[in-house]
């Protein structure tokens, strides 16, 4: 089974940094494109930062110079470096892959995480 696991959030006092990690657990294959998405409260979750299986990257206006994903892919886990945060980015994060093959060869569609917490304090 495959499940995917945020970990790192926190609180962090505005101008911190963070490191949000998402592993995907289970025998893994690949994993296609991985996206992260955040959702404040009484908002719509938002997309963040997307990493394809070829390491291209795209980011959010509100984030772009100051988060970074990134990927280790033989640890099946993506990064999500967060600096310079602002209370703005307080949320729960929540990633995303897109396909992922395990070993068997079975496709596994749209998986999610159950979230992190980040908290950023003014």
């Known amino acids: 089974q495959v499940q995917l696991v945020e970990s790192g959030g926190g609180l962090v006092q505005a101008g911190g940094t963070l490191r949000l990690s998402c592993a995907a657990s289970?025998?893994?294959?690949?994993?296609?494109?991985v996206r992260w998405y955040r959702q404040a409260p009484g908002k719509q979750r938002e997309l963040v930062a997307t990493i394809t299986s070829g390491n291209n990257t795209n980011y959010a206006d509100a984030v772009k110079g100051r988060f970074t994903i990134s990927r280790d892919n033989a640890k099946n886990t993506v990064y999500l470096q967060m600096n310079s945060m602002k209370p703005e980015d307080t949320a729960v994060y929540y990633c995303?892959?897109?396909?992922?093959?395990?070993?068997?060869?079975?496709?596994?569609?749209?998986?999610w995480g159950q979230g992190t917490q980040v908290t950023v304090s003014s």
């Open positions: 995303n892959a897109d396909k992922i093959i395990t070993m068997s060869r079975s496709l596994v569609v749209n998986s």
């Open positions: 289970g025998r893994i294959f690949s994993i296609n494109t």
